[in-house]
């Protein structure tokens, strides 16, 4: 059951995410609950209303969101739109006093994710990033092998992330993360899943990086990137290989040690994340039924005992000053320091 002081939660942009994953993820967590929505489609109100029986008071579009100050029902915002309008509506929301809890990437750059950062901190909310696999079992047992090492010393580490889409789209009306305004291209959307890997499978936080990308399909991917391979050095002279595609299905995140290797093969998928060792040993998730409800309850626990979220604003800038290393250096050519 629902605890009585639960966090009600209003998503921000009904797309495909909010739709499939977070508002099902919503009706199985006990430390939150759906009660508000913001949408710029009036034409999709009805059906949420009825659905999750939202009352008319918590229903918002885009101009009429900052209201959402007074409403009571409300502690926090989940943002779920295209990643151009996570900082403007991050900001709003904290300035409405709102919890914010927004989706990957964070932001377009390291500055905006700042900007995110310093206005949660003036308004005293916190800020939590949708990094849903930080979550999970299986990430956690990586994070701890990172320490015990029990094949010895990480030699090599690889982080691939991506799928195969947009072969039927209409070069004249292409979705958002096919456009560079709205924050399109690979790495901004699946190479933070192989950021990410690397980053908690080696437990530790790059130094430099360099990167190039390509396309198959110039007449689709114009401005932004189809595939990114991005080479991360960290300070103890491991490098990990990553690679990020609209073109190429992959899902491997995997470490090559000094006495065998570990991998999850699928590492950033909703559910099925498999773990396998060199010496036979198998692992999984360990029965995590929704992998957006465990986040959602986290990350509303933590507002309700007081304490930083999990994956906080911090989180999603570190990736976020990669993330500009890698597309800088895809650009200009040449290593970067991070
Ligand atoms: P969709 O395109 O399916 O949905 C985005 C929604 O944002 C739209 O339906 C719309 O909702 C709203 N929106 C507001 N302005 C615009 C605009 N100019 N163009 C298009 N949509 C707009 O995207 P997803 O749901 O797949 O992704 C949304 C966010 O969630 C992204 O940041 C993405 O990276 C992240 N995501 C994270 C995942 C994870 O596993 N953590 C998985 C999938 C996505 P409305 O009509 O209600 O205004």
Request: aromatic share 8%.
């Amino acid at each position: 059951g629902r605890r009585p002081d639960s966090i009600g939660v209003a998503l921000v942009g009904l797309g495909y995410y909010a739709t499939n994953l977070l508002a099902p993820g919503l009706q199985l967590t006990r430390n939150c609950h759906l009660a508000g929505i913001v949408t710029g489609s009036p034409d999709k109100i009805p059906e949420w209303q009825r659905k999750y029986g939202i009352p008319d008071r918590n229903v918002y579009s885009y101009d009429d969101f900052d209201r959402i100050a007074g409403n009571p029902d409300i502690q926090a915002v989940y943002i779920v739109t295209p990643n151009d309008l996570h900082k403007p509506l991050a900001l709003r929301a904290a300035a409405a006093g709102k919890h914010v809890w927004c989706e990957k990437p964070m932001a377009m750059d390291a500055a905006e994710a700042q900007e995110m950062i310093d206005a949660c901190r003036a308004a005293g909310v916190q800020l939590a990033i949708g990094y849903r696999l930080q979550h999970q079992p299986s990430t956690l047992r990586l994070r701890a092998m990172a320490k015990e090492k029990p094949y010895g010393r990480i030699l090599k580490v690889r982080a691939d992330a991506g799928f195969h889409a947009y072969d039927d789209v209409d070069p004249a009306n292409k979705p958002w993360r096919l456009l560079p305004q709205h924050g399109g291209g690979a790495m901004y959307d699946m190479g933070v899943y192989s950021l990410q890997g690397a980053r908690y499978i080696t437990g530790q936080e790059p130094v430099a990086v360099s990167a190039r990308s390509g396309t198959t399909r110039p007449h689709l991917f114009e401005g932004v990137d189809e595939t990114t391979h991005f080479t991360l050095e960290f300070a103890d002279g491991l490098v990990a290989e990553c690679s990020t595609s609209f073109g190429r299905n992959m899902n491997l995140l995997r470490a090559d040690c000094e006495r065998g290797w570990y991998q999850l093969e699928p590492f950033q998928t909703y559910n099925g994340l498999a773990g396998r060792t060199s010496d036979g040993q198998l692992f999984d998730d360990g029965g995590v039924p929704h992998q957006q409800a465990l986040q959602m309850d986290n990350d509303a626990l933590a507002i309700l005992e007081g304490r930083p979220p999990l994956v906080p604003g911090e989180e999603g800038l570190r990736d976020m000053r990669v993330v500009d290393a890698v597309y800088a250096s895809a650009r200009e050519g040449g290593r970067r320091i991070v």
